[in-house]
C-alpha cells in the first residue's frame, strides 16, 4: 500500500506516466512511500488512501462483512503506521451492490471499520455511500507525525528489523484457498490483522531510520526500501520471525502481513529491543543489515539461508485479477 | 455531497443505521453536513469523501478523459467550498478498466483532476490505482477552515441568498441526453463547473450564517439546510439567477451546479454584494428569506411563484441508477 499505491511493474509505470501529467499539482515526491506528508501549522499531517475490493482484496466466502471492513480499515492505517504516524481518522467511500438481501451488509462492514479505527484511536470521519455491482471500500486515513519514518533513510551498517511474526496471513489465505477454514489465531492474521501504529511510532521515535509496512511480502517491501534508500540490504532467512508452520522462504513471500519492516542504526541495542517488547507486546527482531548502495540499479536484497543467496519462489500475489 | 454522503430517502436511513453502529468512533455530527471537521493543533480541518462511478455520475460518451477527471475533482472539492474552507489537496482512488485499449486513460484522467486541483491551489497528495470493470474515482479532500460555516446556523430573517446562476448543468445532461453537443460555455457548466472556494471563503468571513453547495438541486439542498437550521426558507422563483434558456422551476431543480445556497443576516447590504462581486467576479442573489422553523417537522421549504405556492416536478435525479 502507498500514497500513491504501487503494484507490480506495469501499474508502476502508469502511475510513472500519470505524474508526468501532473505538472505543479502533483507531489513533490509521489511515489514510493506509504503516506503522503504536508505540514500544517506546527503539525505534519500523514495521509493515504487505499482500495479494497471484491474479489481483489477480499472475497465473501473468506470473511464475513464486519471483517471486511475491519481488513479494509486496517490495511489503510497500516500506512500510518509505517510512517509512525498517529491516526486521527479516516473517511470511507462504501460500494454496496443494490438490493440483493444484504441490506446490513452496509452496517456490518462500516461496524467493522469503527472496529478497527477505535482500536488505534480514530474516529470515522464521514464517507460517501454509492450502489455499486461488488463490494467496495476506498479508505482515506489521515494522521499526524511527529518524527515521519520514510522509505529512504537507511544507510550502510544499519541493521534491518521486522515486527512481530511473518507468514499467517500467507498461511491462512492458502488455507482459505484449500477450502478449509484455518484455525481463529491464524484467520485472524489475515482477517483481523493487529496494526502496528504504537509499534511505529516507538521506532520512529527512537531512531528508525527507514520504514515500510509489510503489504507485498517481506523480500517485495525490503526491495522498495532498498530503491528508496540506495542501500542494498542483506537478510538471513535463518532469522526470520515466523508463524508456526511457515517455512522461511513463504514467511518472505507472504503478503498483506501488515507488520513493520525497518532499519535502525547499527547501535540499537539489546536493552532497547527489550525496552520496545515491555512498551508495546510486540516482537522486534534483527533479520539482516543494510550495505553499500553503489548507485540505485545496484544494491537490491539478497536473500541468504545457510550463507548462500536464494531466489523467491515465484511472488506472493494475493488475488490480483 | 456531504462528509457522509446522502442519497435519497432509503440511503438516508442506511446511513442512520450504520452511524448507529459506529459507537464512539462515529463523528459527532455525522449526517447532514458536506464536510467533517477536526481540529489539530490551531487549525480546523474540513475533509470529505466524494465518488464518482461511470454509468451513475458521468458517461465515457458525454465526457472526455480529462473531464472526468475535471469534474469529479470539482465534485469533491465544492464540499470545501460550501464550508468556507480552503483548499489543502486531494486524495484520489482510480478505478480503470483493465486492457482495453484506453492506457492512457488513467493519465488524461488524472491530468484532469490535477488541472482542477491546481485552479484551486491544491496539489495532488496521493493515490491508489485498481482494476476495475468500470472507471471509478473515489476523491478525498483536504482543507483548512477559519470560520467554519455549515447547514445549521439560519435564524428566522436571515436572507437567502445564491451565487452564479442555476439551471445550465441541468440543461447541459437534457442536451447531451437528446444526443446533441450542448454549446461550450453551457457544456462546461457540466463538465468543468467552476469552483466556489473563493466565494464561499469571502462570505464565511463576511458573516454567512448558514451555507450549502447545490449538489442535488436548489430545492432540494434548501430543504437539507431548512431542515439542519430548523428554519423555514421561502424562495421565490421569479429571483432565481438563471442560465439563458431556462425557466424558473428548472433552475430550481437543476442539480450538480457546485453552486452555494446560503444565508446572510437580514443587514448584508447590496454595498457587500457589489463587493463580493468585485472580489471575486462571481454573482450574488437574494432569493428568498427564512422564516420562523416551528420545530422540525414543520418548516421545510416553499417556492413562490407569483407569490403561490409551486411544487417542483419529480426530482431531478441526474441519472442515478
Not at 462483512?65 to 479494509?72: A, H, L, N, Q, V
Not at 511474526?165 to 478449509?180: D, K, P, V, W
Not at 534483527?286 to 536484497?301: A, E, F, T
Amino acid at each position: 500500500m502507498a500514497a500513491l499505491g504501487m503494484g507490480p511493474g506495469a501499474e508502476f509505470d502508469l502511475l510513472r506516466r500519470i505524474f508526468a501529467r501532473l505538472g505543479d499539482a502533483a507531489p513533490s515526491d509521489p511515489l514510493g512511500d506509504d503516506c503522503a506528508l504536508f505540514k500544517l501549522g506546527g503539525t505534519t499531517l500523514a495521509v493515504s488512501i487505499d482500495s479494497s475490493l471484491e474479489g481483489v482484496h477480499f472475497r465473501r466466502d473468506w470473511l464475513d462483512f464486519m471483517e471486511i471492513g475491519y481488513r479494509s480499515a486496517a490495511a489503510a492505517l497500516s500506512d500510518l503506521a509505517a510512517d509512525g504516524a498517529d491516526a486521527i481518522g479516516l473517511l470511507v467511500s462504501l460500494g454496496v451492490p443494490r438490493a440483493d438481501g444484504q441490506e446490513h451488509a452496509a452496517e456490518e462492514i462500516m461496524a467493522g471499520v469503527a472496529q478497527c479505527a477505535q482500536n488505534v484511536g480514530a474516529s470515522v470521519l464521514g464517507g460517501d455511500l454509492v450502489r455499486f455491482d461488488r463490494y467496495m471500500l476506498d479508505i482515506c486515513v489521515i494522521g499526524s507525525v511527529q518524527r515521519p519514518v520514510r522509505r529512504a533513510g537507511a544507510s550502510e551498517g544499519d541493521g534491518v528489523w521486522v515486527t512481530g511474526y511473518l507468514g499467517g496471513a500467507g498461511l491462512a489465505l492458502e488455507q482459505l484457498r484449500a477450502g478449509t477454514r484455518p484455525p481463529t489465531a491464524l484467520r485472524n492474521r489475515y482477517a483481523c490483522p493487529e496494526l502496528r501504529l504504537q509499534a511505529g511510532r516507538w521506532l520512529a521515535t527512537h531512531g528508525a531510520t527507514a520504514m515500510i509496512d509489510i503489504s507485498d511480502g517481506l523480500a517485495a517491501d525490503a526491495e522498495h526500501l532498498s530503491a528508496a534508500s540506495d542501500v542494498g540490504i542483506e537478510i538471513n532467512l535463518e532469522q526470520l520471525p515466523r508463524w508456526e508452520g511457515v517455512d522461511a522462504l513463504a514467511a518472505a513471500a507472504s503478503g498483506e502481513e501488515f507488520e513493520l519492516l525497518l532499519t535502525m542504526p547499527p547501535h540499537f541495542s539489546d536493552a532497547s529491543v527489550s525496552t520496545f517488547r515491555g512498551d508495546t507486546g510486540v516482537e522486534l527482531t534483527r533479520i539482516g543489515v543494510c550495505l553499500r548502495g553503489g548507485g540505485g540499479r545496484r544494491g537490491g536484497v539478497r536473500l541468504l539461508k545457510d550463507r548462500e543467496s536464494v531466489t523467491l519462489p515465484p511472488g506472493y500475489d494475493h488475488f490480483r485479477q
